[in-house]
């Protein structure tokens, strides 16, 4: 990667609600987050069942 972050488009109230989380749930969610960022794959993602062979992931 060339150093870039990719950006972060948050949706409806999703900002919001992750402010309302405790602690180290924040900080969990923004390492990876700031990992997704960087195009790289938090090692907590697993893959998304039902979707076909999608390529989805969930933290």
């Known amino acids: 990667m060339n ?8 949706i409806g109230t999703s900002l919001r609600d992750l ?3 405790p602690r180290s749930v924040r900080v ?5 987050l700031f990992t997704a960022q960087e195009g790289k794959t938090d ?3 697993k ?4 979707f076909g062979g ?3 992931s969930k933290l």
């Not at 969990?28 to 990876?32: F, L, P, R, T």
């Not at 893959?47 to 039902?50: A, E, I, M, S, V």
């Open 28 to 32: 969990d969610i923004g390492h990876a």
């Open 47 to 50: 893959p998304l069942k039902g």
């Open 54 to 56: 999608a390529a989805c």
């Open 43 to 45: 090692p907590a993602a």
């Open 19 to 21: 402010r309302s989380f």
């Open 3 to 10: 150093g870039e972050l990719k950006p972060i488009r948050w």
